[in-house]
Every structure is written in C-alpha cells, then in structure tokens.
C-alpha cells in the first residue's frame, strides 16, 4: 500500500527530470519575469529622475563658474600638488581642495 501511494510522485519526478517544466514552474517563470520588468521599470525611473536633478545642479552652477573665470581667470590643475612648494605658485593664489563625499570610506579619501 506505501508503494501504491508513492507510485505517482515518482512518476512526476520521473518526468520533470527528463527536462519538462510543469506548469507551476512555467507560472514561476513568468511571475519572475513580469517582478523583474518592473524592478528594471522602477530603476528606469529612478535613473531617470536623478539625471534631471544632476542636469538642474548643472545649470545652476555654470554662471557661478562663468563668475569665478572672470573674477581669477582659468583655473589651473597641479597634477601632483605635492611637488609644488608655495614660494613657486603666484602671489596670489587660492587652492581648492576637491575630495569625495563619502565620509569614513577608508582607502577612497586616502
């Protein structure tokens, strides 16, 4: 009697391991399928609405840089500041310091 009630579930994994989904697997398949196209949608979005923010920052601070090259002239990079002794930079000269903002990060500041 244990065999004759066990008899159908070999059956079945008998056939899903011949490689047929059934179709409650063809039903997960789809639900992930459908979960993923809207995560992507939602990312989309997202992706979407922080490069308007960016574009907005952007905008605002172009008159801001057309003020400071009028006011010093260009700005000029030190590729490796630390070879450059004050006594050779010009009498008047203003160093901006530009790191990340990712506070304790260890090795990016670094």
Same mark, same amino acid.
């Given at each position: 009697?244990?065999?004759?009630?066990?008899?159908?579930?070999?059956?079945?994994?008998?056939? &899903?391991?011949? %490689?047929? /989904?059934?179709?409650?697997q063809?039903?997960?398949?789809?639900?992930?399928?459908?979960?993923? @196209? +809207?995560?992507?949608?939602?990312?989309?979005?997202?992706?979407?609405?922080?490069?308007?923010?960016d574009?907005?920052?952007?905008?605002l601070?172009?008159?801001?840089?057309?003020?400071?090259? &009028?006011?010093? %002239?260009? /700005?000029?990079?030190?590729?490796?500041?630390?070879?450059?002794?004050?006594?050779?930079?010009? @009498? +008047?000269?203003?160093?901006?310091?530009?790191?990340?903002?990712k506070g304790l990060?260890?090795?990016?500041n670094?």
């Amino acid at each position: 009697q244990v065999a004759s009630r066990s008899f159908p579930r070999l059956i079945a994994k008998a056939g &899903a391991a011949r %490689g047929m /989904a059934t179709e409650k697997q063809i039903f997960n398949q789809i639900q992930s399928s459908k979960n993923i @196209q +809207k995560i992507t949608g939602s990312m989309k979005m997202v992706s979407a609405a922080k490069l308007k923010g960016d574009e907005t920052r952007l905008a605002l601070a172009k008159p801001f840089n057309e003020w400071t090259n &009028a006011l010093c %002239g260009e /700005a000029v990079s030190l590729e490796e500041p630390e070879t450059v002794t004050y006594e050779e930079l010009p @009498q +008047k000269t203003l160093i901006v310091p530009i790191t990340s903002d990712k506070g304790l990060c260890g090795g990016v500041n670094s």
